[in-house]
């Protein structure tokens, strides 16, 4: 998916590796370690966890982390993997985001709802 952000790259991936900017668009916690090899955790409310560790940390520019849900048999820790970029265009930000490696089905689609709704929330934060 691809969503154009009315920010510099610089400023978007502050609000995805950051707790305290992090939790303005998605979830109701977060404790993010953004260097290879760092774990996050997500607290998406409900006792909802996502978890996961970061791949590839490449600011402001890139981040690829593995992605799951605690307790979940259908997406668990660290069986699918995001992959998101940031590239400016002109002042703002062109936020590309993937997610590699999802069961088909609802699961599927939960996530790209998900994932929608959420970079609709930062975007949001800019308007």
């Known amino acids: ?11 978007v ?3 995805i590796t950051e707790p305290a900017k992090f939790v303005t668009w998605m979830g109701v ?7 290879p090899g760092g774990r996050y955790r997500i607290d998406a409310g409900s006792g909802n966890m996502a978890v996961g560790e970061y791949r590839e940390v490449e600011p402001p520019r890139r981040l690829v982390f593995s992605w799951g849900w605690e307790h979940s048999p259908e997406v668990p820790p660290g069986s699918t ?3 998101i970029t940031l590239t400016a265009d002109g002042s703002a930000t062109l936020l590309r985001l993937r997610h590699l490696g999802l069961p088909t089905g609802e699961s599927r ?3 790209g709802d ?3 709704h959420f970079t609709d929330q930062l975007a949001s934060l800019f308007d």
């Open 29 to 35: 916690g977060a404790e993010p370690d953004p260097r």
């Open 13 to 15: 991936f502050s609000f």
């Open 114 to 116: 998900g994932w929608k």
């Open 109 to 111: 689609r939960s996530h």
């Open 81 to 83: 993997t995001v992959e």
């Open 1 to 11: 998916m691809e969503r154009r952000i009315a920010a510099a790259p610089e400023t």
